[in-house]
């Protein structure tokens, strides 16, 4: 998989623009930066939002507007339908925010993005963000700042707090992705591991990750794999939570024996990951390391 | 949703799924309608190892078959109560082997696995015994037919025959009910080659719940079976009392900060009540969750004060701010005072619609906790 670079400059779509979400956040993605060209919906016969020309399909849009990435606010039966849609019409990135998609289709979807060689990120997840050049989704704009952290990110909420501590010690972030609780996905972990190599704005990275899945253990596999030089730390959700309780994401379901706290700090230890219990400790760790660098 | 055995089989026999004849019973009255012996009485209860902690009982007349229901009724096992049994047929001459169908999300496909042998110790044999074996399909029914055809095409004809043929049966439902996983183990097979599915283990995906009628129903019917999947059906979030002794009452929203927050607030020697996502993001203008959910914690004997946490991402925390006032207001059993700590997008709103109706808000997590402390503590005092 290849990570499409993201800038100011990169033209967007919004997918579901005419929707509750799709125009509270295309309005808030614009006010940080994102270069919003156009809007989809089958509701096209609106013109445009806030100036925004709204399309009746992907094809349409791209040939209007020569976008490349695409935050799809639609609901999660409409998902796999969507993703389709931007695929077909060629686009390169597709951010999907929207919980609840069911599994099978997001294997189809899976599927379809690898086979059209295009990046998915989501499902489930605040989506991604170039901080002071633009967002494809919802992160929120007071945990965003320039820097040399990269951030990975299971859960939205625990990233928005770590984040946010970070930035008040004055540490910001290269590139920021939400790859989402789900436990089928577009991108996971592992996945961004030779674009985080390769990144020179990124100096270091911060993985947030929960209890449940193997994303965690596969991460620390491509660490070794790749022989990953710059410095990871890992915040990982849910130590006290009872096996076999669903905490909220599907993925946060544990079965056997790995995806167990234990399982996934033992993985990434190996793997020389710093692994954090707390938040606080985590952000002593990461202070550590930037006032050295 | 992790099905029942029981309830698994009877979807599976709806797809013609040969299965022993069996009923599910919660008493040890009247076994009437049970199908002609000898029976097995099996703990229904949505966790492995039943086996291993006394749960499955071979019985040969009605008496043992009452007394082996009253003694599993009676046990826990991995810390939970059996509410049933399923007695069923005992399947005799047959060997037992292994099938599995499940979501492979490396691979974006399905992983079949299967085993000439079969029972309680699958898992040692998967580490130990290399007889089981596995293989990635694409998500389709003549993929995984053929997957498992492939997999079992050197064992001995009636194995050979007998996976092939579950197999081929099993992927029809897998697919039908968007599993993410089902497991047939043990899987009788008999000298003819005629299979039988003695253990249903069957997952099913909470986000097509919309979609699936039949499960859809079950879970109406049976919702005090699956409670906390009927929760998030009927109220869109998630909800689990992890203390029932616990002083502080969760509104929070996010899995991973929800369980963060637990894990410190323990750390630190305070007593969460709650796991909550509450799924700000889905409120949708209406503060009919927002008052479930305060009913629920209000429900906790030792509840001292709530602590609502949202970092918002996709939440408007002024529009958020007002449903909490209107939904405090809608929840008058809960009397504990209230910690509010919001950040992110429109927290000014926020902060000066719930200030004015006397709750203070912080932006520091940190200084919510110690707030939180402070209430603790004057409580203890008084």
């Not at chain 1, 020389?272 to 990461?286: I, K, N, Q, Y």
């Not at chain 2, 197999?167 to 047939?184: H, K, R, V």
């Amino acid at each position: 998989m290849m990570m499409p670079r993201v800038d100011r400059n990169t033209p967007v779509l919004v997918q579901g623009i005419t929707g509750r979400a799709g125009r509270r956040h295309s309005r808030l993605m614009r006010r940080y930066g994102t270069r919003i060209v156009g809007g989809v919906s089958p509701n096209a016969a609106v013109g445009d939002i806030d100036g925004v020309p709204v399309f009746a399909g992907c094809r349409e849009a791209v040939a209007a507007t020569g976008a490349t990435a695409s935050v799809l606010l639609v609901g999660p039966m409409h998902l796999l339908g969507a993703i389709r849609d931007a695929v077909e019409a060629g686009i390169g990135l597709v951010v999907t925010p929207t919980e609840g998609m069911p599994v099978h289709d997001a294997l189809k979807a899976l599927r379809l993005v690898r086979a059209a060689g295009a990046t998915w990120i989501g499902a489930s997840t605040p989506g991604m963000a170039v901080p002071g050049e633009g967002k494809l989704g919802f992160l929120p704009d007071s945990a965003l700042l320039p820097g040399p952290l990269g951030i990975a990110s299971k859960s939205g909420t625990l990233s928005y707090e770590a984040g946010y501590r970070l930035v008040q010690r004055g540490i910001g972030q290269s590139v920021w992705v939400g790859v989402g609780g789900d436990p089928v996905k577009g991108t996971c972990f592992a996945d961004l591991v030779p674009f985080y190599a390769s990144d020179p704005a990124t100096g270091a990275v911060l993985v947030i990750g929960e209890i449940g899945g193997r994303d965690e253990e596969e991460l620390a596999e491509a660490l070794i794999a790749h022989r990953f030089a710059k410095p990871v730390f890992a915040l990982i959700a849910g130590r006290g939570s009872p096996e076999g309780v669903t905490m909220g994401h599907a993925g946060a379901l544990v079965h056997g024996a790995y995806g167990s706290f234990a399982a996934k700090q033992a993985a990434l230890e190996r793997a020389g990951v710093r692994v954090f219990a707390t938040l606080d400790e985590m952000v002593d760790g990461v202070t550590k390391w930037h006032s050295r660098a | 949703m992790y099905l029942l055995e029981h309830d698994a089989k009877e979807l599976l026999a709806a797809h013609g799924i040969p299965l022993p004849l069996g009923v599910l019973t919660d008493n040890t009255g009247a076994l009437a309608s049970l199908p002609p012996g000898p029976w097995v009485v099996k703990a229904q209860l949505a966790a492995g190892g039943r086996g291993k902690a006394g749960g499955i009982r071979k019985t040969a007349t009605p008496d043992e078959t009452r007394a082996a229901v009253a003694d599993i009724l009676r046990t826990r096992i991995r810390g939970l109560p059996v509410r049933s049994c399923r007695i069923e047929q005992q399947v005799n001459a047959a060997a037992e082997a292994y099938l599995s169908l499940m979501i492979d999300a490396t691979r974006a496909g399905v992983r079949v696995l299967i085993a000439p042998r079969g029972g309680m110790e699958i898992e040692a044999m998967a580490t130990g015994c290399g007889l089981l074996r596995s293989a990635v399909c694409d998500p389709d029914a003549p993929a995984v037919a053929a997957c498992t055809r492939e997999l079992c095409a050197d064992l001995v004809p009636p194995l050979r025959t007998a996976l092939a043929a579950a197999g081929a049966s099993l992927a029809q439902p897998f697919f039908d009910y968007e599993c993410t996983l089902l497991e047939i183990n043990p899987l009788f097979v008999r000298p003819d080659g005629s299979w039988v599915a003695g253990d249903a283990k069957m997952i099913t995906d909470d986000n097509a719940l919309a979609r699936q009628g039949a499960l859809s129903q079950l879970l109406q019917q049976r919702a005090d079976t699956y409670p906390e999947v009927a929760l998030k059906r009927c109220y869109g979030c998630d909800y689990v009392v992890v203390d029932p002794d616990g002083e502080i009452g969760l509104l929070t929203t996010g899995a991973g900060l929800s369980m963060m927050l637990i894990d410190e607030l323990r750390q630190s020697g305070l007593r969460p009540y709650n796991f909550l996502d509450v799924r700000t993001g889905g409120l949708r203008g209406d503060p009919a969750r927002l008052v479930h959910v305060l009913n629920w914690i209000a429900r906790g004997p030792r509840i001292r004060v709530i602590l609502v946490n949202v970092f918002a991402g996709i939440t408007d925390l002024g529009e958020f701010a007002r449903l909490l006032l209107a939904a405090l207001e809608q929840a008058p059993r809960l009397r504990a005072p209230v910690v509010a700590r919001l950040a992110g997008n429109g927290v000014e709103t926020a902060r000066s619609v719930l200030e004015a109706a006397g709750i203070a808000v912080v932006t520091e997590l940190g200084a919510a906790v110690a707030r939180v402390r402070a209430h603790l503590g004057a409580a203890n005092a008084a």
